[in-house]
């Protein structure tokens, strides 16, 4: 693997992990505490269905 791929890569996870806390913020916001872990649980579905 070479730098630039090395990059790429990075940024990738870079970007999924950003959008990961802004969706989670968002959703999170103004949400009644026992909603909560089912939200968590499908970000985090989400998620590992992003990653490389």
């Given at each position: ?10 940024a ?20 009644a ?20």
């Amino acid at each position: 693997m070479n730098i630039w791929e090395a990059a790429v890569l990075l940024a990738g996870l870079m970007i999924i992990a950003i959008t990961t806390v802004i969706i989670t913020g968002t959703a999170l916001r103004d949400t009644a505490s026992q909603d909560r872990a089912d939200i968590l649980r499908a970000i985090a579905k989400l998620v590992r269905e992003l990653r490389p």
